[in-house]
């Protein structure tokens, strides 16, 4: 593993380590921690997507550093965890953005998308969060899971990615309730459909010849009609930078939408 340090310029500066940073809200998220004057340890399987955000973080200088890996070996969250809170002496916050999406029919999925989908969504965030709980605790820091409005209702023909996000939602329950004696708080968002690479490949991937068509109709599922847009990474980060902060005290165990009303019910 890889890891890179630049800053640790006083212990009072909180710090945020922050998972799928590489992608498009890990890396707002990252640029918006670094903008409210937290430093920030960045960790994803992509490694020239991290340099690029670990560029802006170090020309503001919160950038704690660089923590590569795939984080769908156990001992690699582990790992990550304990060096970016030995380069920066605590931890206050864990957000878990690394994802992956799947879709198509229940009955052509194989083992290996199942495998996939399961062990970055949901046992990557597990294994992250319980190996960062002994920091948290000492900081009395929190957790920002990636949930979805695919975490709170079922989507026809994405079984295997709901099934991840709604014990995302779960977990994220369970864990605050576990973890609240501690003092750490734990919550989860549940973005509806967000303009990132993950929805652009999404569109690539699934919409067979027509890409656009694809995405033209998940915006005609809004309840905006004509005036619907997909969430910016931007508008996810800011929820999650409030999440984080000490005014955000009595929310724990708590799943946030931000979808513009997708989960909301049927119309
Ligand atoms: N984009 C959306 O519409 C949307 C909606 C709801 C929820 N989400 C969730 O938000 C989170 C962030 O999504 P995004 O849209 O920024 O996606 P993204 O594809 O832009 O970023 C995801 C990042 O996760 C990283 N990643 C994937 N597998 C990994 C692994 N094995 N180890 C380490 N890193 C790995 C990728 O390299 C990528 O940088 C995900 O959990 C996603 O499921 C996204």
Known sequence: ????????????????????AAGGIGSATADRFAAGGWNVALTDLDVPGL?????RLKRLDRLVGVFPG??????????????????????????????????????????AD?????????????????????????SAGSIVNLSSDAGIQGVAGAAVYSASKGAVTNLTRALALELAPRGVRVNAVCPGDVD?????????????DDPAGYLESLLQQYPQADRARFVAAE????????????????????????????????Q
């Open 1 to 20: 593993m890889i890891a890179e340090h630049a800053v640790a310029e006083g212990p009072q500066r909180r710090v945020v380590l922050i998972s799928g």
């Open 51 to 55: 340099s690029d955000v670990a560029e």
């Open 70 to 111: 795939d984080l769908r070996s156990v001992s690699t969250c582990q790992e990550v965890v304990r060096e970016a809170a030995s380069a920066s002496g605590r931890l206050d916050c864990l957000v878990s953005a690394a994802g992956v999406w799947t879709e198509g029919p229940a009955d052509e999925t194989r083992e």
């Open 114 to 138: 199942w495998d996939r989908v399961l062990d970055v969504n949901l046992k990557a965030l597990f294994f992250l969060a319980a190996a960062a709980i002994p920091h948290l605790a000492a």
């Open 196 to 208: 990132t690479p993950m929805l652009r490949a999404q569109a690539t991937d699934f919409g067979g």
């Open 235 to 266: 508008e996810v980060a800011e929820l999650i930078w409030y999440l984080a902060q000490d005014r955000a005290t009595p929310i724990t165990g708590a799943n946030l939408s931000i979808d513009f009303g997708i989960s909301a019910g049927v």
